[in-house]
């Protein structure tokens, strides 16, 4: 895999950019117990959005893990799971909002929020705020007791712990290093970002071509077995 851009979150912040389909975006959480909400929309349209309905559906589970598509709205692929060292995030709750604080928590003052890191990040690509649906909250750890009632534990992630994913189509993409001490166990942490891409060389299953033989030695060799 080959790096393209490399962006560091700090506590409390968000970012938007563009990913191009086939290239991979890693999150990463440096320090440990720490959230990044995440969503996308298609690039070509912004009407088409991550659907945290749509792949909870088709996945049949709520803790989506290696393997796993994430569908939009219009059920198609945006992004596959290949890669994931915790094994627990959650596509359940929507971004943490000045209500959330208000609302949950009965703080009075301003508080920082994924929604309006989103929001205000996102604004540039020309998405508003109301078109920012359920995010899918990366290293988020809640749990769904008999009840139905959730409980919100502290994030599995330890220092250096990932998610990876590949763009299934061009996407503006939205995210955070989140702002809730519920989510965080109590404390706000940066996460980092990388964007790479896939080198074909490396993930052909042929090792001749790995040794980088040419191709047309390579038909040779196949001719003389
Ligand atoms: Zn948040």
């Not at 851009?5 to 970012?15: D, I, S």
């Not at 720490?34 to 991550?50: G, K, N, R, T, Y």
């Not at 290696?66 to 945006?78: A, E, F, I, K, V």
């Not at 290949?82 to 627990?88: E, L, M, P, S």
Request: net charge negative; hydrophobic share 35%.
């Amino acid at each position: 895999m080959t790096l393209v851009e490399r962006r560091h979150l700090e506590p409390q912040t968000g970012t938007a950019f563009v990913i191009q389909c086939g290239q991979l975006l890693r999150v990463v959480d440096p320090t440990g117990e720490q959230v990044s909400d995440l969503i996308s929309f298609s690039a070509a349209d912004h009407s088409e959005w991550l659907s945290s309905g749509r792949t909870i559906d088709y996945a049949n589970t709520i803790y989506l893990t290696t393997g796993h598509t994430l569908y939009s709205n219009r059920s198609r692929p945006m992004w596959t799971i290949i890669d994931d060292t915790v094994g627990r995030h959650d596509f359940l709750l929507t971004p943490c909002s000045p209500e959330t604080f208000t609302i949950i928590y009965k703080t009075t003052a301003h508080h920082p929020s994924c929604f309006e890191n989103l929001w205000r990040n996102l604004a540039s690509f020309g998405i508003a705020p109301d078109a920012i649906p359920t995010t899918l909250n990366v290293f988020m750890n809640v749990v769904v007791l008999p009840s139905g009632e959730l409980q919100i534990l502290p994030p599995r992630s330890r220092a250096g712990d990932y998610l990876l994913l590949r763009a299934e189509m061009d996407l503006v993409v939205g995210i955070t290093a989140c702002s809730a001490e519920l989510s965080n166990n109590g404390t706000f942490k940066p996460i980092d970002l990388e964007i790479l891409t896939d080198d074909p060389v490396e993930t052909q299953k042929d090792p001749r071509r790995r040794s980088g033989r040419p191709q047309s030695d390579e038909r040779a060799a196949r001719a003389s077995e």
